[in-house]
């Protein structure tokens, strides 16, 4: 089975603070993708990434960068967190494998809280 | 920018009962996905549907296309208390998306015992 993780399921932050967000998977897919869910709005794509150190912006990329360094870890990063970043971040990765066709393997989720 | 819409927002049932969720999008896709979110977690994938298919089935899931009307709908037969979750819907836009997604807001099924 895949298994994508998050380094943190809660993680509670300040303003201004620098924040990294981790995911890995172990089933050696080509894309990830990060998202935040957010009430009312449903799942909104911030960044993916198709290749080692490839990435492509999202919907919302404001507010935040990431990193792929090694083909199985993504990371996601607030350089100044604020309160408005205050939400669900959700990790998933997926592979066209022989059909083409992918679906999306998501992690548990980090819920951020910015103060 | 969202490209599916769920409908209804929220579904209350009865054990036993079927759960019918439909989605609406906007452009052409690929194909069209389904998952399941429990509360506080992260989503799992239901099902999928190809573009040139109408009908298919897993279990106790039918989902439909109609790629005219650009809407799919979910069907749950003989509903549990463990179907209670919410829903999405997803997109894979036709024209070189890389395979991102793009997600519905939800709807939220609960099922009563």
């Known amino acids: 089975d895949v298994k994508v993780t998050q380094s943190s399921r809660y993680l509670v932050k300040r303003t201004g603070e620098k924040v990294f967000l981790e995911c890995v998977q172990d089933?050696?897919?080509?894309?990830m993708f990060w998202y935040r869910q957010d009430p009312g709005l449903g799942l909104r794509l911030i960044y993916f990434?198709?290749?080692?150190?490839?990435?492509e912006k999202g919907d919302i990329p404001e507010g935040y960068s990431v990193s792929r360094e090694k083909k199985e870890r993504f990371s996601l990063i607030l350089e100044s967190a604020s309160t408005n970043q205050t939400s669900m971040y959700l990790c998933?990765?997926?592979?066209?494998?022989?059909?083409?066709?992918?679906?999306?393997?998501f992690g548990p989720g980090t819920r951020l809280t910015v103060l | 920018s969202q490209q599916g819409e769920e409908d209804p927002q929220a579904l209350s049932i009865q054990e036993g009962e079927n759960a019918t969720m439909n989605c609406s999008y906007k452009t052409s896709i690929n194909n069209l996905q389904w998952y399941r979110q429990n509360s506080g977690r992260g989503l799992v994938h239901l099902i999928l549907?190809?573009?040139?298919?109408r009908e298919k089935h897993s279990g106790r899931l039918r989902v439909t296309l109609d790629t005219s009307k650009k809407s799919s709908s979910l069907l749950i037969t003989a509903s549990r208390a463990a179907d209670t979750a919410s829903y999405f819907c997803a997109t894979e836009g036709s024209g070189g998306s890389n395979y991102k997604l793009t997600f519905g807001k939800g709807t939220l099924l609960t099922v009563n015992p």
């Open positions: 998933a990765s997926s592979s066209p494998g022989t059909s083409g066709y992918n679906e999306q393997f």
């Open positions: 549907i190809r573009s040139n298919e």
């Open positions: 990434s198709y290749d080692v150190k490839m990435k």
């Open positions: 089933m050696d897919h080509e894309n």
